[in-house]
């Protein structure tokens, strides 16, 4: 009979023997090869029985943990929560940041975030309460860092940042019902 689906073991019929019952090489034949079995599907505490099938946990947590030293053991949670401390990325292949929309942004945004905005496919980080371009700069082809481009047209609402000035190559379009917040003692210069 072996284990139910429970993990629950259970002998096999005829046992537990009675007082007074002859035991016969059938009977015990078939109860020892099906505690046999049991005992062969299950996990040696010495670590020397691989596992066969998924280990259910039934919502329970694996304590006591050692830290994993090669990449095909588990992690513990001290592990992971120092790992993303200060990360390290080696390698040359990439890191995916979050990506969406302006509309998509944090509803609660907290100075240092960082994402790929798909509306002006550029990336953006928050600082000082509002969202900014990061990046960028002066291009060119070859080597060139002469040419620093912009966007003629405003479709969002937008504030400048206080103790910020701005500048912009134009003619700029504010689309109607938008408006661009220029704080005071601030400038926007318009070439």
Request: net charge negative.
């Amino acid at each position: 009979m072996s284990r139910n689906g429970s993990g629950v073991y259970s002998l096999p019929a005829g046992n537990p023997v009675v007082t007074g019952t002859s035991i016969s090489s059938t009977w015990s034949n078939t109860t020892l090869s099906d505690i046999a079995t049991a005992l062969t599907g299950s996990v040696a505490s010495d670590g020397q029985t691989p596992m066969t099938g998924n280990l259910d946990m039934n919502s329970r947590k694996i304590v006591l943990l050692a830290n994993g030293t090669v990449a095909t053991d588990a992690i513990n949670f001290g592990q992971l929560t120092t790992a993303f401390t200060n990360p390290t990325f080696s390698g040359t292949g990439f890191m995916l940041i979050p990506k969406g929309t302006t509309a998509e942004r944090p509803v609660s945004p907290v100075d240092g975030e960082m994402r790929y905005n798909t509306d002006t496919s550029q990336f953006e980080g928050y600082q000082g309460g509002a969202w900014g371009q990061l990046g960028g700069g002066a291009t060119g082809g070859g080597g060139d860092e002469v040419f620093v481009e912009n966007a003629r047209t405003v479709t969002t609402n937008y504030t400048l940042s206080t103790g910020k000035s701005a500048e912009s190559v134009g003619p700029i379009t504010i689309n109607s019902g938008i408006v661009v917040t220029i704080p005071s003692d601030e400038r926007w210069v318009i070439l």
